[in-house]
């Protein structure tokens, strides 16, 4: 992403109660991730392959954060995306409906959110 890119995303996040993001793009995981805690934004990720999704809601600097979890991106091509391995389509229906649920309880009830954070994780399998 360049720089303009860069200030166009934290523009984004900075004015937004709650963020929700889900794509297959690391790099761009990362700097959303980025962008949330730099801006104390709380935000809600999932990420869904095959049969399996997980979804973290993470309140920064109050929880664990995706860079946290998983440190850097993994090397190009050691990863299959959604159109090499398939996803099951009710998946992503379910973890974007959990994405919705945190961001709701995120941004109209952030004093009764956890102190740490949440995580949800769907094996179908
Ligand atoms: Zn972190």
């Known amino acids: ?12 996040v900075y004015t937004r109660l709650s963020t929700i993001f889900g794509t297959d793009n690391f790099p761009a995981k990362f700097l959303i991730n980025d962008a949330c ?6 935000y809600s990720h999932a990420g869904i392959l095959r049969f399996n999704g997980q979804a973290i809601t993470v309140l920064p600097h109050r929880s664990t954060c995706y860079r946290c979890l998983f440190l850097e991106p993994p090397p190009p091509g050691s990863v299959p995306s959604c159109s090499q391995a398939g996803v099951l389509g009710p998946i992503a229906g379910i973890m974007g409906t959990i994405q919705a649920m945190e961001a709701s309880s995120t941004s109209l009830a952030p004093a009764v959110c956890s102190q740490t954070g949440y995580s949800w994780w769907m094996r179908s399998t």
Request: glycine share 12%; aromatic share 0%.
């Open 1 to 12: 992403m360049t720089a303009s890119g860069n200030a166009d995303l934290n523009a984004v």
């Open 37 to 42: 805690v730099v801006g104390r934004r709380p």
